[in-house]
């Protein structure tokens, strides 16, 4: 899996932005409180989606469910000004009840389609690394690791499978987004 640089500048900051919600100064989980607060301030937060999309896509937070591992692998090797049209995703992503008022909201924004796209694959991107076993923590590690097939090396029959795994799901992802138009990422 590829992860374009403006994905993995944004991973980043909206992994920061959630860091900075989970916890108070005591150290207490108040995450699910902060993200019902910033949820009610979405008015005020649907000003900023072109600029800090990370610090608005927590609202999002748990809100999308992926269908489609492959196409949201694929999708992460786009620049902001290669992705999708929001509407395309539907049969990628779904939204959790809770979410589609403030998904329509947002929506009706000038960026809005943009963003939706890029809180979905932050999200995915965090609850990949935080929920899955990540083949590679560091990306530009991988860069150093890989062999001359372009996969890095593996010692286990585990590993072999997932990048097996990994490599079906992104010719999937691939095939999926020729078919709504987009050329073949090589």
Not at 142 to 167: I, P, Q, T, V
Request: no cysteine.
């Amino acid at each position: 899996m590829s992860i374009s640089g403006y994905f993995k500048h944004l991973r980043t900051s909206y992994q920061a932005e959630l860091d900075d919600l989970t916890s108070d100064s005591e150290g207490k989980d108040v995450l699910k409180k902060r993200l019902a607060e910033k949820r009610k301030e979405l008015d005020f937060l649907k000003q900023m989606i072109e600029l800090s999309p990370e610090m608005v896509a927590v609202i999002f937070h748990n809100a999308f469910t992926i269908k489609l591992p492959a196409v949201m692998d694929d999708l992460l090797s786009f620049e902001a000004d290669e992705l999708p049209e929001w509407s395309t995703l539907a049969d990628v992503v779904t939204l959790a009840d809770w979410a589609n008022e403030p998904a329509k909201v947002i929506l009706n924004e000038p960026f809005g389609e943009q963003f939706m796209v890029v809180a979905a694959a932050l999200e995915y991107m965090f609850h990949k690394k935080t929920h899955r076993p990540a083949l590679h923590e560091n990306d530009e590690e991988d860069d150093d690791n890989e062999d001359h097939d372009g996969g890095a090396d593996y010692d286990s029959e585990h590993d072999k499978e997932a990048l097996k795994e990994a490599k079906a799901r992104e010719e999937a992802g691939q095939d999926w987004m020729v078919e709504q138009g987009f050329d073949r990422k090589d």
